[in-house]
């Protein structure tokens, strides 16, 4: 009598909170909120007159957003993004090491699904945005051997897949983790980068 009333409660509890994460979710709703990240990323760079270098690179980012559930669980929406990212080369620490400081500013369209158990849903992201670059680059002229400053602007179309995790702490507030991966091109008139990121975001919405 005793365990089939615990597992009573326990039945209802999960379908209350499913009810409540399903209204946070329902068709007709809008979510603002944002989030920030740190990311690593590898970059080649191909530059006409020191050839190809190998960067790392640490970078720091926010991301906020607002978006607009056009169906049950499934919302679309806008997002702006701010980026500070500062690279070296691998190969050694020496001051005449080739290396770069950007930041970037973007606007762009991001989609999610949740998929909700309880008071947590599980989300894939895509989202698409174009970013206008802005760098300072530090380069070894190899005939005097001494670093030269070049700035450039640039801008880039970017595609990024991502799952996330998101936990709803009240009726109308979640927070969420979010796990990135991009990779994506940018050409100048003297060198070009490729890049291979991947990023940790942290964030919180709000369910209005």
């Known amino acids: 009598m005793i365990l089939t009333l615990k597992k009573g409660l326990l039945l209802h509890s999960l379908i209350f909170l499913s009810f409540l994460?399903?209204?946070?979710?329902?068709?007709?709703?809008?979510?603002?909120?944002?989030?920030a990240n740190l990311s690593t990323t590898k970059i080649n760079n191909h530059h006409a007159s020191t050839g190809t270098n190998t960067f790392r690179s640490f970078g720091f980012g926010l991301r906020p957003n607002v978006g607009y559930f056009f169906l049950p669980q499934f919302v679309v929406g806008l997002t702006p993004s701010f980026r500070y990212q500062k690279q070296k080369s691998g190969q050694d620490n020496s001051p005449m090491t080739p290396q770069s400081v950007s930041h970037d500013i973007g606007l762009g369209f991001f989609s999610r699904y949740y998929f909700l158990l309880g008071k947590f849903g599980v989300f894939p992201e895509l989202?698409?945005?174009?970013?206008?670059?802005?760098?300072?680059?530090?380069?070894?002229?190899?005939?005097?051997?001494?670093?030269?400053?070049?700035?450039?602007?640039?801008?880039?179309?970017?595609?990024?897949?991502?799952?996330?995790?998101s936990y709803f702490i009240t009726d109308n507030v979640g927070i969420e983790g979010i796990l990135k991966h991009s990779s994506d091109k940018e050409e100048y008139d003297t060198f070009s980068n490729d890049f291979k990121r991947l990023s940790f975001n942290i964030g919180l919405q709000v369910f209005l």
């Open 21 to 35: 994460a399903k209204a946070q979710t329902e068709k007709g709703r809008f979510m603002v909120g944002g989030n």
């Open 127 to 165: 989202s698409v945005d174009k970013q206008f670059v802005k760098s300072k680059n530090y380069q070894l002229d190899p005939i005097q051997n001494v670093i030269v400053e070049q700035e450039e602007k640039n801008n880039s179309i970017n595609f990024y897949p991502s799952i996330g995790l």
